[in-house]
């Protein structure tokens, strides 16, 4: 315990003494009357404040003991200040979040790892909610409810959660900004752009809709793909009425002078379309790559599925028996249970791998779901055989025999289809030297 009769020494001694400070801290002492009637310290605030003094008793600061922030502290002066810069305190405030910003650097022997800077940018994170918003596909008035309310006080206390209209006007401003940049992106490639184009239509409220995606080469060399149009069509849906929603299109990025050609399927509207689109730009005087001989590809992939749904039909009833089966396992977890014990112990197949269902629009489901069956034909022979529930669902031998020889046919046509399914490098290329070859 220090002596009652210790002084305090002034600022400019003990800076000598702590260089890393810009102005040193007095040892404790205990006050005379005097100066505890002048500078007592009755605030809450002083509980995160340190009291700073010098010669000169004008000059008195306080300096925060979590920001190491120095401000004034007159003996006279209220503490409203000091009260305002802790409430609004980054270091104070987010000394509970440490833990959520640990930083990727971790070390072995000590095994602790390093914390970044805790200090928040709101308009960084008021970005990225509504980013999160988008890219989930969440509603815009996830961000008032009460979880995620907390979520947010809990990462950032001082950040005021935002309304749901006001992230909708970030979502409009932000997707402005973005599509500047990728019209700067499509304005500024080295050379032609290429579409692909096919119309959706939904099931329950039978609007039809069109998705336009463009395709380049960016400074870099690298390929690029950016959907440009995803909206609703307006009947009657037939060519006419679409192309002039794709000119519309192409007019509004500024890019009706650098097509290089559309990639789309074999629909009889798209013929009517192609052919309108390519007068149209001849007519406002645009120049075609190759005089419009390639404005048009078919889809490779269109082409492939088309072969494939008539090779299936052949053995529509054996594929629907696999189906049941599987449905069968995938709702009664105790069969299933069984199942897999039984193709691991008795006929001693992979236990990791598991029977595959389909879906119905995507033929490389199905081709999947045929291998996986021939895979587990043992076991399926073994329990099938022996459920009086799936027996009526046993195949043949001759069944078998078909599965395997249109599981050997779709095998080409799914390898081919992954070759052309490629998102990151391009593949007219390939088909190119296809028809070299052939023409050849």
């Given at each position: 315990m220090k002596s009652s009769n210790s002084k305090k020494r002034p600022i400019e001694t003990l800076q000598q003494d702590d260089d890393d400070d810009d102005v040193a801290v007095l040892e404790t002492s205990t006050p005379q009357h005097d100066e505890a009637k002048v500078g007592a310290c009755r605030s809450l605030v002083w509980k995160d404040m340190e009291r700073l003094e010098s010669t000169d008793k004008s000059e008195t600061k306080a300096r925060c003991l979590h920001?190491?922030?120095?401000?004034?502290?007159?003996?006279?002066?209220?503490?409203?200040?000091?009260?305002?810069?802790?409430?609004?305190?980054?270091?104070?405030?987010?000394?509970?979040?440490?833990?959520?910003?640990?930083?990727a650097q971790h070390n072995s022997e000590e095994?602790?790892?390093?914390?970044?800077?805790?200090?928040?940018?709101?308009?960084?994170l008021r970005k990225s909610i509504c980013m999160y918003v988008v890219s989930g596909t969440h509603s815009f008035s996830i961000v008032e409810e009460p979880g995620f309310k907390h979520m947010i006080s809990i990462a950032c206390p001082n950040y005021k959660v935002l309304s749901r209209h006001t992230i909708r006007r970030d979502a409009l401003k932000y997707y402005e900004e973005e599509r500047k940049v990728v019209m700067s992106n499509l304005q500024n490639a080295i050379g032609r752009i290429s579409f692909t184009s096919d119309n959706w239509r939904n099931d329950h409220t039978q609007d039809e809709y069109i998705c336009i995606?463009?395709?380049?080469?960016?400074?870099?060399?690298?390929?690029?793909?950016?959907?440009?149009?995803?909206?609703?069509?307006?009947?009657?849906?037939?060519?006419?009425?679409?192309?002039?929603?794709?000119?519309?299109?192409?007019?509004?990025?500024?890019?009706?002078?650098?097509?290089?050609?559309f990639?789309?399927?074999?629909?009889?509207?798209?013929?009517?379309?192609?052919?309108?689109i390519k007068r149209e730009l001849v007519r406002n005087g645009k120049q075609l790559l190759f005089s419009g001989d390639f404005f048009q590809i078919r889809c490779c992939c269109h082409i492939i599925n088309l072969i494939v749904q008539?090779?299936?039909?052949?053995?529509?009833?054996?594929?629907?028996?696999?189906?049941?089966?599987?449905?069968?396992?995938?709702?009664?977890?105790?069969?299933?249970?069984?199942?897999y014990e039984i193709a691991q112990k008795t006929c001693h197949l992979d236990g990791r791998k598991r029977i595959r269902g389909d879906c119905c629009v995507r033929w490389?489901?199905?081709?999947?779901?045929?291998?996986?069956?021939?895979?587990?034909?043992?076991?399926?022979?073994?329990?099938?055989?022996?459920?009086?529930?799936?027996?009526?669902?046993?195949?043949?031998?001759?069944?078998?025999?078909?599965?395997?020889?249109?599981?050997?046919?779709?095998?080409?046509?799914?390898?081919?289809t992954n070759e052309f399914s490629t998102s990151?490098?391009?593949?007219?290329?390939?088909?190119?030297?296809?028809?070299?070859?052939f023409n050849v």
């Open positions: 920001c190491k922030a120095i401000l004034t502290a007159k003996s006279k002066s209220e503490t409203s200040h000091l009260k305002r810069h802790l409430d609004k305190c980054l270091a104070k405030n987010n000394v509970s979040i440490k833990n959520f910003l640990i930083g095994q602790t790892m390093t914390l970044k800077d805790p200090k928040v940018d709101p308009q960084a995606t463009a395709h380049w080469i960016d400074t870099n060399w690298k390929l690029q793909k950016r959907i440009i149009r995803f909206g609703a069509l307006t009947p009657p849906f037939d060519g006419l009425n679409i192309v002039e929603d794709v000119s519309l299109c192409l007019s509004k990025w500024k890019i009706d002078g650098k097509v290089g050609c990639t789309l399927d074999d629909a009889r509207y798209n013929n009517v379309m192609i052919g309108q008539s090779g299936l039909k052949l053995i529509d009833s054996v594929v629907e028996k696999i189906r049941a089966i599987r449905k069968h396992f995938r709702y009664s977890i105790p069969k299933k249970k069984k199942f490389n489901s199905t081709f999947l779901m045929l291998d996986r069956a021939l895979y587990f034909r043992p076991a399926i022979d073994h329990v099938v055989e022996k459920d009086s529930e799936l027996k009526m669902y046993l195949l043949d031998d001759v069944e078998w025999e078909e599965v395997s020889v249109i599981h050997n046919f779709l095998k080409v046509f799914y390898n081919v990151k490098t391009p593949t007219a290329n390939i088909y190119f030297k296809g028809v070299g070859k």
